[in-house]
């Protein structure tokens, strides 16, 4: 069932490229794969307590983000 006011502020649709096709035209950079591969490594050393800094993890967003709303432990 549609209502009238469905969807009224939206001017237009427009696709996003899925995972794959975006990688094949951005292809992943040496330096980008670099800080990923440094940056999981710290966050690896923080959550084993290897590093004593602190982790602060924003997002998601939403309240309805299966995330926020279940109650599970996240690992990396």
Do not use: W
């Not at 094949?24 to 923080?46: C, G, Y």
């Amino acid at each position: 069932m549609t209502y009238k006011n469905d969807d009224i502020r939206i001017k237009q649709i427009k696709e996003l490229l899925s995972p794959v096709a975006l990688l094949e035209k951005f292809p992943v950079t040496d330096k980008a794969a670099l800080t990923v591969q440094t940056a999981r490594e710290s966050i690896h050393q923080i959550l084993t307590g290897k590093d004593d800094r602190l982790l602060v993890v924003i997002g998601p967003c939403s309240i309805h983000h299966e995330f926020r709303t279940n109650k599970k432990t996240l690992y990396f």
